[in-house]
């Protein structure tokens, strides 16, 4: 990870700008930028990306693996997120599979963008975006986003975003080389926002309101449903919101 790096003072998006040179570029190239024009969050969503105010990342995957385990790689790179925050001091926890919180809002997210053929990944671009020095969020995302120092972490980025590459190429490496999850489950279930809580699932315009007991060996989400049986989620199907 991190052998081809490209640096942008300012960029439409890092992850728009990573699938134009996919297909030329080698596993594991980065893209980052000091500021975004057009950063995009999931669901159609923007993504405010000030200038210097945050980590703007893409990375460029081309691992050999079939499009049903490309959710997994969402979930490493969430891993490595909250473990590098939480290396450098930060009380950061994941809110199963996509969202890094800290104090209860989000300071982190992740864009996973495929190119697939019919059943075999070209590649995946990883987009990673962290408000890491942001204290003024647009009114509508002001009471659920927040940014390291907004929340009294003085770190630099770059320290973040090294701890973040490191930690990533370990359990990417794990998990593509040796088919291994088991470092980054123990991860996401030590530093897990949602275990043990009740949630709501959203999916499409149903609402469902479940208790989450475990985060499984494979990597998905067990809860308990509205009619107490247990229920398995795939991440990359659902959306959640707390209570
Ligand atoms: C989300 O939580 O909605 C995902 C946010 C992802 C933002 C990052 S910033 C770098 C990369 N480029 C983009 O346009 N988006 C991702």
């Known amino acids: 990870i991190g052998k081809e790096v490209i640096h942008f003072d300012t960029i439409g998006?890092?992850?728009d700008y990573a699938k134009e040179i996919a297909g030329d570029s080698i596993d594991g190239t980065i893209v980052v930028s000091e500021e975004q024009t057009k950063?995009?969050?999931r669901r159609g969503k923007e993504w405010h990306s000030i200038k210097?105010?945050?980590i703007w990342l893409s990375i460029i995957l081309k691992p050999d693996i079939y499009p049903h385990k490309a959710p997994f790689i969402t979930q490493i790179a969430g891993a490595s997120i909250v473990k590098s925050l939480r290396n450098l001091?930060?009380?950061a926890s994941i809110k199963w599979?996509?969202?890094i919180i800290v104090n209860n809002k989000k300071v982190s997210g992740i864009l996973t963008e495929l190119g697939a053929e019919i059943d075999q990944i070209n590649y995946i671009v990883l987009g990673i975006g962290m408000n890491v020095k942001t204290m003024n969020f647009p009114e509508e995302i002001n009471s659920i986003a927040t940014s390291i120092f907004k929340e009294g972490y003085d770190v630099k980025r770059i320290d973040i975003l090294k701890n973040i590459l490191?930690?990533?190429?370990k359990l990417y490496l794990d998990y593509t080389e040796r088919n291994d999850k088991s470092s980054c489950i123990k991860i996401c279930k030590e530093s897990s926002?949602?275990?043990g809580k009740k949630i709501y699932i959203i999916n499409g315009d149903k609402k469902r309101k479940v208790k989450c007991i475990d985060i499984n060996e494979e990597g998905n989400l067990v809860i308990i449903n509205e009619d107490n049986d247990i229920e398995e989620l795939i991440s990359g199907e659902v959306s959640i919101r707390g209570e």
């Open 52 to 54: 210097g105010d945050g």
């Open 39 to 41: 950063g995009r969050g």
């Open 13 to 15: 998006s890092t992850n």
């Open 89 to 91: 001091g930060i009380d």
């Open 97 to 99: 599979p996509n969202d």
């Open 166 to 169: 490191e930690e990533f190429e």
């Open 193 to 195: 926002a949602i275990l």
